[in-house]
């Protein structure tokens, strides 16, 4: 027995719980930096997801993060799962250990601002839909309240605080995503990036609800 075969061993196990407990999911794997749910599904297979192997304790407000079920013996990071449950993407598959996994709640498009590089008189040079270029388009997220919010720059008497968001979602190849940079959501809803840490788990952000 080496790591190889005892890593095959478990995947192979929690496939075999998975065909008892589980829903259908469907193994989705993106090819582009567009659109990854409108690929052909590799698979479909059973999946389970819970936050302790002995299913003693449900998931909490808040919380994005779920313990996966399934035999990912053909599976890698940033692959998705879609299913009863709705959407998840494979976050880490650390050796021997459980399968972690994110539920998606959101549907994002990640945007960045084009500056002009021109000299002399130019036009206005902020963000405008017209300067918003697409780098990443209709990639599940999970999109979760923040700790905090902003205050309105107007700050009239009736205004509220802007509020803040956490942001987990899978990483592609080539792209980094910097501060300033926008994301939008199925909702309608937009957002400012103010924080983003590239982990082995995918993109970890912050970000600020903008007006729209």
């Given at each position: 027995?080496?790591?190889?075969?005892?890593?095959?061993?478990?995947?192979?196990?929690?496939?075999?719980?998975?065909?008892?407990?589980?829903?259908?999911?469907?193994?989705?794997?993106?090819?582009?930096?567009?659109?990854?749910?409108?690929?052909?599904?590799?698979?479909?297979?059973?999946?389970?997801?819970?936050?302790?192997?002995?299913?003693?304790?449900?998931?909490?407000?808040?919380?994005?993060?779920?313990?996966?079920?399934?035999?990912?013996?053909?599976?890698?990071?940033?692959?998705?799962?879609?299913?009863?449950?709705?959407?998840?993407?494979?976050?880490?598959?650390?050796?021997?250990?459980?399968?972690?996994?994110?539920q998606?709640?959101?549907?994002?498009?990640?945007?960045?601002?084009?500056?002009?590089?021109?000299?002399?008189?130019?036009?206005?040079?902020?963000?405008?839909?017209?300067?918003?270029?697409?780098?990443?388009?209709?990639?599940?997220?999970?999109?979760?309240?923040?700790?905090?919010?902003?205050?309105?720059?107007?700050k009239?008497?009736?205004?509220?605080?802007?509020?803040?968001?956490?942001?987990?979602?899978?990483?592609?190849?080539?792209?980094?995503?910097?501060?300033s940079?926008?994301?939008?959501?199925?909702?309608?809803?937009?957002?400012?990036?103010?924080?983003?840490?590239?982990?082995?788990?995918g993109?970890?952000?912050?970000?600020?609800?903008?007006?729209?």
């Amino acid at each position: 027995m080496d790591g190889t075969k005892l890593q095959a061993k478990i995947y192979k196990g929690y496939g075999q719980a998975a065909k008892r407990i589980g829903f259908t999911y469907q193994q989705f794997r993106a090819t582009s930096a567009n659109n990854p749910l409108a690929t052909t599904p590799l698979q479909s297979l059973p999946a389970s997801f819970t936050t302790k192997f002995d299913y003693s304790a449900p998931n909490k407000y808040g919380q994005a993060t779920w313990l996966g079920l399934f035999d990912a013996t053909q599976f890698q990071p940033g692959d998705f799962l879609v299913g009863h449950q709705g959407t998840f993407f494979v976050a880490a598959m650390q050796d021997t250990l459980p399968i972690y996994c994110v539920q998606a709640n959101r549907t994002v498009t990640l945007l960045r601002v084009a500056m002009e590089d021109k000299v002399g008189q130019i036009g206005y040079g902020g963000d405008t839909p017209a300067t918003e270029v697409p780098l990443m388009q209709n990639w599940p997220a999970s999109i979760l309240q923040g700790t905090k919010g902003e205050a309105n720059e107007a700050k009239l008497p009736g205004d509220v605080r802007t509020p803040w968001w956490a942001i987990l979602m899978p990483a592609w190849p080539g792209i980094v995503i910097r501060t300033s940079d926008i994301l939008t959501d199925d909702l309608g809803r937009k957002y400012v990036i103010s924080s983003a840490e590239l982990t082995d788990m995918g993109w970890r952000m912050t970000a600020m609800q903008a007006q729209v």
